[in-house]
């Protein structure tokens, strides 16, 4: 069932499921987990929730496990009402979130704007977690940012050392994009260079967030900089970076003259 489910074919491993029924052998909750997965990942709900609706019926319990994949693709398709009074449920049955179901709540409120849910939640997890590690904090300080709230991003960024934490590439490149995101490319060029002095090295997606963000704001003398640079560190344009710079290439051909690298390759 697992493997048929990895591969996108849920028909197949509801099949395999069904058998089991028909030897008389029950399925536990693994299997019920396995099938849920494969249809919340087939954005194919209806056929999840009645797979969740089973499970009491069968005298078995949902396992953490269950109600995440369930929340999961809850979210997935903005069904948030839903979601929210599943997880009262589950509180309500006993079973206390783990840190991945938080992951999954942050996540989703941030995604459909609810800040000041997401930042309850978060309270309420650091005041229940002892060590909350740099991973949720790129959450919040991702969601906070997309929302509109990067003043707000920018000073939990800056308190991580205080708590003992140190930021990873990741949350660099977050803070990056909500600068570029706020036209503010110079704060954007700063946090790059303080990530390199920290001992934080950019990847492949850093340079291709500020190179969008110096595309979007027609700053070509710098995006050609900073393109210089990651090409020589062996990165490379994403396709959204080189959707922009087609674009800018169009609207203005002159800009082909100041990427010499790019003009050699197109005249091969």
Do not use: W
């Amino acid at each position: 069932m697992d493997g048929y489910c990895l591969r996108g074919e849920v028909d197949r491993a509801r099949r395999i499921f069904d058998i089991l029924i028909d030897k008389g052998i029950e399925p536990t909750i693994f299997s019920y987990n396995i099938l849920i997965n494969g249809y919340r990942k087939k954005k194919n709900l209806d056929e999840a929730m009645q797979l969740f609706s089973e499970i009491s019926q069968k005298g078995l319990k949902p396992s953490i496990v269950t109600y995440n994949t369930i929340l999961q693709g809850l979210f997935e398709v903005g069904r948030i009402g839903v979601a929210k009074q599943l997880f009262v449920e589950m509180e309500s049955a006993g079973l206390a979130p783990d840190l991945y179901m938080y992951g999954t709540l942050l996540d989703g409120y941030f995604k459909y704007g609810l800040v000041e849910e997401a930042m309850s939640l978060f309270n309420k997890l650091e005041r229940k977690i002892e060590n909350v590690n740099i991973i949720y904090y790129n959450i919040i300080i991702n969601g906070l940012s997309k929302n509109g709230e990067l003043d707000k991003a920018h000073a939990i960024f800056e308190k991580l050392s205080s708590m003992g934490l140190v930021p990873d590439v990741r949350t660099y490149t977050i803070m990056i994009a909500g600068f570029c995101q706020q036209e503010l490319l110079d704060e954007a060029k700063d946090m790059l260079r303080k990530m390199e002095d920290n001992g934080c090295f950019p990847n492949n997606f850093t340079y291709n967030i500020i190179l969008r963000g110096y595309l979007r704001c027609r700053k070509i003398n710098e995006m050609v900089s900073f393109m210089k640079e990651m090409n020589g560190r062996g990165f490379s344009f994403d396709a959204t970076t080189a959707e922009l710079l087609v674009n800018a290439i169009s609207e203005n051909p002159s800009v082909l003259d100041m990427l010499p690298e790019l003009h050699e390759e197109i005249k091969k």
